[in-house]
């Protein structure tokens, strides 16, 4: 990768030079006889360009755009000194209105006030590129499903190669979808501080399916991707179809850590400050962006880390209450504030626990309901991470969708020796 110094002085070398050309250009069409040469080079650039543009069944614009800039003709009128560079000008531009797509419409309309012959082919070509991405991110997009089936058809292919030469190679995932079922028939551990904390949990992600129920491929499944979640790193044991996943994971993990920290630091936070500070958008995304930045070193240096949050984000209360002349924290408070908020770090701390519970609740819902619904109805204390949240679930959905289209069918195969037919709901996993 070129310095940062060398790239800006490429970026002006090349502005230099596209500069030179425009200059080139205006002394030629403003020389006695004047020099087509150049404008000949851009209208057949121009004409190439539009023609790009077209969808294969455009063939009557196709032979229209042919005929108006064809080349020889245009060659004959500038060696005769007739050719007319503004109204063919006005012509692309009227080409480019029908063509460009809506969100250009203003750009081009901008166009039309320029006289200047010059200045209007240079508008034209900065116009005519953003159209030219416009198209190639039209035609990604509509690849896009093609492209993700073909994925999905050589992703398994190349798994199933792999697996004719080694059948023990879902023995992994085998004993991690077994784990996931076995977890969904035990009740989960109760929230082990304080005696109030039963109002404050709500249901845990193993509470949110009834024991009594049969189970589902569906909870099964969606109960170990939440599980690679909680994956001791050290544990080698990775099933096998989430290999070429496992580093996301591992930064989707990451992510979770982190939004549960900054929950339980609101929450605790909120409980000082009182409804007025955390009544301001600002003030809140204040306190998110600090606890952010701190949590950074996080893994490398938790305790110093979580000590830095509590002084900052307590410092932080003290002055906003202060400057909108509320009563600042007493020296009491400020003590109680940091110890708490330095407690959140450890697993065992109610608060942590109970956040961490919600988080992973949301993402089961994800996983079944879809991000946008389970959004709609957010426990306490996740609402002010509202946009945090939306992200790491869409992320997580996606992960998920994409192997379960992938591995699918040796999913269910594997489910169906863990839940009889006559327990299962559902009967293939690629429908999740």
């Known amino acids: 990768m070129a310095p940062k110094g060398l790239l800006g002085l490429e970026g002006k ?27 000949l080079e851009l209208l057949k650039e121009i004409k190439e360009i539009l023609l790009s543009l ?7 614009l196709r032979t229209e755009i042919e005929e108006a800039l ?47 012959p010059v200045w209007l082919l240079r508008g034209i070509f900065q116009v005519l590129g953003l159209m030219k991405m416009d198209m190639v991110n039209y035609t990604i997009q509509s690849l896009q499903p093609h492209l993700q089936e073909h994925s999905i058809q050589y992703e398994r ?15 992994h995932t085998t004993k991690w979808l077994t784990q996931a079922a076995a977890d969904l028939t035990v009740s989960p551990p109760t929230c082990p501080d304080t005696s109030d904390s039963s109002s404050l949990a709500g249901p845990s992600p193993n509470e949110a399916t009834n024991n009594s129920e049969p189970l589902s491929p569906t909870m099964v499944l969606c109960q170990g991707f939440l599980n690679l979640l909680l994956w001791d790193p050290e544990n080698e044991e ?10 996301r994971l591992q930064e989707l993990k990451s992510q979770l850590h982190q939004l549960t920290i900054m929950a339980s630091v609101l929450l605790v936070a909120s409980s000082f400050s009182g409804s007025v500070l955390f009544g301001s958008p600002q003030f809140v995304d204040k306190l998110k962006r600090i606890t952010k930045s701190l949590l950074e070193d996080f893994h490398s240096r938790p305790e110093e880390a ?21 009563v600042a924290l007493s ?33 089961k819902c994800c996983l079944v309901l879809g991000v946008q619904r389970s959004l709609l109805d957010l ?27 992938v591995f699918g069918p040796y999913y269910t195969e594997i489910l169906e020796t863990l839940i009889s037919p006559t327990q299962a709901l559902e009967t293939k996993v690629e429908s999740v």
């Not at 798994?159 to 023995?171: A, D, V």
């Not at 990775?238 to 580093?247: A, I, K, Q, S, V």
């Not at 410092?315 to 906003?320: A, G, N």
Request: proline share 4%; net charge negative; with cysteine.
């Open 13 to 39: 070398v090349k502005e230099t030079v596209h500069n030179a050309f425009w200059d080139h250009l205006k002394e030629q069409l403003s020389a006695t006889p004047p020099d087509f040469s150049c404008a």
């Open 54 to 60: 077209l969808l294969p069944r455009q063939n009557r």
């Open 70 to 116: 064809d080349t020889d003709l245009l060659k004959q009128e500038a060696e005769q000194g007739a050719l007319k560079v503004l109204c063919l000008s006005k012509y692309v531009l009227n080409m480019m209105a029908l063509l460009c797509a809506p969100l250009r419409d203003e750009a081009v309309q901008k166009l039309e006030n320029i006289t200047d």
């Open 157 to 171: 292919a190349k798994f199933q190669e792999l697996l004719n030469k080694q059948p023990s190679l879902l023995n």
């Open 331 to 363: 020296s009491d408070n400020t003590a109680s504030l940091m110890g708490q908020l330095q407690n959140i770090a450890k697993k065992e701390n109610c608060v942590h626990s109970v956040i961490d519970q919600r988080i992973r609740l949301f993402l």
């Open 238 to 247: 990775f099933p096998e179809t989430l290999l070429m996943d496992r580093t």
């Open 306 to 326: 979580i000590l830095t949050v509590s002084e900052q984000v307590s410092q932080e209360i003290h002055q906003s209450l202060k400057n909108m002349g509320l």
């Open 379 to 405: 426990p306490g204390g996740l609402t002010l991470i509202e946009a945090e949240l939306a992200e790491l679930g869409q992320k997580f959905v996606n992960l998920t969708h994409h192997n379960q289209q």
